[in-house]
């Protein structure tokens, strides 16, 4: 008998490669085996795609059949192919011509009554499908509408593994499923166009001006920043507006985030949006939660869908310090390697930290701490949950004070979201314009080494002075020139000055 072919895609984190699915019907005992490091989901899928092609009316063969998966050294995981599976056995048994899917990607999940379930992770399928240049692939019916958001594909969808039989000019006997998609769902121009819930705006923020000011220069040059102050002084409301002052993401960058939402099961809920990510981890998640974990190959965490946005962790003195210390190297080299016994997943993790904190347990021990009931070394202890490491990668530190009095309503509400933004967008250009030889796109990203070369010595006699009486480490100092550099682009400056430098070194140390 011929060997029936058709392809499938794999993911290993967000990085896809291809996978040549190939069945032959041989003779021998009754058997159905499907070699190439399948994982347990993906053994399991010889009962249900025996089960999904004998509902169409297709006799299976009563002798050996067996799949192989290549390439057959990456594990392969899941039940995404399930649908391939079965068209390459229809295939191999003639239900459908032998090379009709041979340059086809199919993709799908089956039910034991042959409707096809859909997937997660599509979007990174496609793209690796387009890159490969394959045009035609075959998607659940409940996935077309994140199909169709890649341009330059050919996508069919279907419900059932009797549509696919029919499509390739087989006979089929079966009966469409109901549509398991529940009223409400969005419609594909919904998916499409819709974008994430829009960010609030930052004159709702009641006085804070150097706080404004502080998350301005934040989003202007890619920071981290640390936030603290007593409850009630609108740490929460400032972090949740840093995505409506950030520059809106590029094509790439929306793909890249519309990647991770769809492996994560997301996608629909957002669609493609250019509003940077916001993720905010309840201070009792656990660290799989946080970077990523899981049996077999890791899958994301919190830090891989803030890619490209912002990571909110209120209260993070609550947070476990193992937790707080897996934040180390993802702040550094922007990304996270997850190393599991099946292998290494790597995901992106290039997010701007925003942490938020009471100044004690109680959360009253500030100006003459009359309010604070918390024992001194209880003080000590719940801010040294911060280590010394985590702080010294923290760009900016500042303080939030109670607010003093209610504006009047006839007061000056303060600036819009969108005022602010456009500083911001004018500062990146002007960045991106100094780093365009180097491949930078913000100041949080520049080397050292240029920073050493390109600063003025005036403005060094401050970090030098800061560096000799330990108000800065050595990468504490090269941060504090980041921000100066920002506070430059923003001012419109070639280059920071000394007042520049100052107050940079202020933002760093928590003086400002």
């Known amino acids: 008998m011929p060997i029936g072919s058709t392809l499938s895609v794999g993911l290993i984190g967000l990085k896809a490669f291809i996978i040549q699915l190939q069945a032959f019907v041989s003779p021998g005992l009754p058997y159905f085996s499907i070699i190439g490091l399948p994982d347990t989901s993906l053994s399991e899928a010889r009962e249900r795609v025996k089960s999904a092609c004998q509902a169409t009316g297709f006799t299976w063969p009563s002798v050996r059949v067996t799949v192989n998966m290549s390439p057959a050294s990456l ?9 391939a599976i079965a068209a390459s056995v229809l295939s191999a048994a003639g239900a459908i011509p032998a090379d009709c899917l041979a340059d086809t990607i199919v993709l799908g999940e089956v039910n034991l009554d042959g409707s096809v379930l859909p997937i997660n992770g599509l979007l990174p399928i496609l793209l690796r499908a387009r890159e490969r240049g394959i045009r035609n692939i075959i998607v659940p019916h ?23 039989i029919e499509l390739m000019g087989g006979d089929a006997k079966y009966t469409l499923p109901d549509d398991p998609a529940p009223a409400g769902d969005p419609s594909a121009a919904d998916i499409a166009m819709r974008s994430a819930v829009k960010a609030g705006d930052m004159r709702e923020v009641l006085g804070q001006e150097s706080a404004k000011r502080a998350l301005e220069v934040a989003a202007a040059g890619g920071h981290h920043i640390l936030m ?4 009630g002084t609108g740490k929460t409301m400032l972090a949740s507006r840093l995505p409506g002052i950030m520059c809106p993401l590029n094509e790439a960058e929306q793909l890249e985030v519309a990647s991770i939402r ?22 009792t998640s656990s660290t799989a939660a946080l970077v990523g974990g899981g049996a077999g190959l890791a899958t994301p965490g919190a830090i891989t869908r803030a890619h490209r946005g912002v990571l909110f962790m209120d209260e993070a003195p609550e947070f476990s310090a193992r937790t707080l210390q897996t934040l180390r190297e ?30 004690c347990p109680c ?40 607010v003093s009095r209610i504006a009047s309503a006839n007061a000056d509400p303060g600036e819009a979201s969108e005022t602010i933004r456009g500083r911001v967008a004018q500062a990146r250009r002007a960045a991106a314009e100094r780093f365009r030889q180097n491949g930078w796109s913000c100041n949080a990203q520049v080397s050292g080494s240029w920073l050493h070369r390109n600063t003025s010595q005036h403005a060094m006699t401050l970090v030098n002075q800061a560096l000799s009486t330990q108000r800065l480490t050595l990468r504490g100092a090269d941060r504090a020139m980041r921000l100066a550099w920002t506070l430059a682009d923003l001012a419109g400056a070639t280059s920071p000055d000394v007042d520049m430098m100052s107050q940079a070194i202020a933002m760093k140390t928590r003086e400002f």
């Open 75 to 83: 594990p392969k995981r899941g039940s995404s192919h399930d649908l």
């Open 330 to 359: 993802p702040l550094e080299s922007g990304y996270v390697a997850l190393s599991r016994a099946k292998g290494t997943t790597y995901y992106p993790a290039r997010f701007q930290l925003v942490m938020a904190s009471n100044p």
């Open 228 to 231: 603290t102050g007593p409850p």
């Open 363 to 402: 959360g009253y021990s500030f100006g003459n701490g009359e309010l604070c009931t918390c024992r001194e070394k209880d003080r000590i202890r719940y801010f040294a949950r911060l280590s010394g490491p985590i702080l010294d990668r923290i760009d900016i530190q500042i303080q939030v004070p109670p």
């Open 142 to 164: 409940s996935n077309r509408d994140e199909a169709e958001m890649i341009d330059g594909m050919h996508v069919v969808a279907v419900r059932h593994v009797g549509e696919l």
């Open 262 to 283: 769809s492996l994560c099961g997301t996608l629909p809920q957002y669609g493609i949006s250019d509003v940077p990510p916001f993720e905010a981890p309840h201070h």
